[in-house]
């Protein structure tokens, strides 16, 4: 069981929702050429679906489109059938483009981070208010527990790249309590 201070640290930061949505389609029917990686589709429902990209010169002829939801939007689609969200996107995509024949798409990928009981959500986030002290407790270990991940990192908590020097900080704190016996990790006080 982790101690008091170990829970309230963890409390205090908030898990956001990212959704990137993968769909794949028998053809082509998006612009192509140079600025065209990226098109966006404007609502009134806030989040709506909001944000394409095509990955033709990444992937010639892979025929798939990235959308990106967030937040309440991507709590309600990973809530719902693949089948419903896959609806959904078409739709919005021919309303983009009214003059082009917009297949079914053939299949999709949602990945559910909010509702995976191993995650809940996709990255950290550091609330307003949260100083080097919040930092500080929730890198701190509990006995012999360490805890390390892109929410640990300072300056690139959310990213990839953050988790990974985490995961660096962490080994060598773990190295220097092994080899030379520095096992104190020491936490300011929070107006020092």
């Known amino acids: ?3 008091a201070w170990k829970i309230v640290s963890i409390y205090q930061f908030d898990m956001s929702v990212y ?3 993968f769909l794949k389609f028998p053809k082509r029917f998006w612009p192509e050429g140079p600025g065209t990686e990226f098109f966006l589709y404007a609502s009134g429902r806030r989040g709506y679906y909001p944000v ?3 990955f033709e010169k990444q992937y010639p002829g892979s025929n798939v489109l990235l959308v990106t939801v967030t ?3 991507s709590r309600r689609i990973e809530q ?4 419903q969200t896959r609806a959904e996107a078409v739709e919005v995509l021919r309303k983009m483009f009214p003059g082009k024949q917009v297949p079914d798409a053939t299949d999709i990928l ?3 981070w909010w509702s995976n009981r191993f995650f809940k959500g996709t990255f950290s986030n550091w609330p307003i208010g949260v100083n080097r002290y919040e930092y500080d407790q929730i890198r701190a270990p509990v006995g012999r527990v360490y805890f390390t991940g892109e929410h640990t990192s300072e300056h690139y908590n959310g990213y990839v790249h953050g988790a990974y020097l985490a995961g660096i900080d962490s080994a060598d704190i773990l190295i220097k309590c092994a080899q030379k016996k520095i096992c104190k990790y020491i936490v300011q006080g929070k107006y020092k």
């Not at 719902?80 to 089948?83: A, G, I």
């Open 71 to 73: 937040d309440e939007e």
């Open 19 to 21: 959704t990137k949505i």
């Open 80 to 83: 719902q059938s693949d089948n």
């Open 110 to 112: 949602v990945p559910r």
């Open 52 to 54: 394409w990209q095509q």
């Open 1 to 3: 069981m982790l101690s």
